[in-house]
């Protein structure tokens, strides 16, 4: 079993910008893929990026235009999402997520509970 413990979220004005973290629980999370998702109030849940642990693979939603960038420190089990030139569409509750990367995207196993970004107008 896998932990995830999301980090960073809050308010932020259109235009700035965040660094949300994920903390994994065991070191064993090398075996698998982590990243991102985003769900919006009456909205679907969105893939935002995705890295694999070994050979550092990226994968990105194609609203984030260059805007994120996902990266991770293996030694501390930890990835991070930094988040640039927020607007206001950008406002939901982030998922941190492991599991495995099919179709250019990530297939979550085990998610973590959320962290809130707001972006003010």
Do not use: H
């Not at 994994?24 to 075996?31: E, H, K, W, Y």
Request: charged share 15%; glycine share 14%; proline share 2%.
């Amino acid at each position: 079993q896998v932990q995830l413990a999301e980090s960073g979220g809050g308010l932020v004005q259109a235009g700035g910008s965040l660094r949300l973290s994920c903390a994994a629980s065991r070191r064993t999370i090398s075996t698998y893929a982590a990243g991102w998702f985003r769900q919006a109030p009456g909205k679907e849940r969105e893939f935002v990026a995705a890295i694999t642990w070994i050979a550092d693979g990226t994968y990105y939603g194609d609203f984030v235009d260059g805007r994120f960038a996902i990266s991770r420190d293996k030694s501390k089990n930890m990835v991070y999402l930094q988040m640039n030139n927020l607007g206001p569409e950008d406002t939901a509750v982030y998922y941190c997520a492991a599991g495995s990367i099919r179709a250019g995207m990530l297939v979550g196993t085990y998610w973590g509970q959320g962290t809130q970004v707001t972006v003010s107008s």
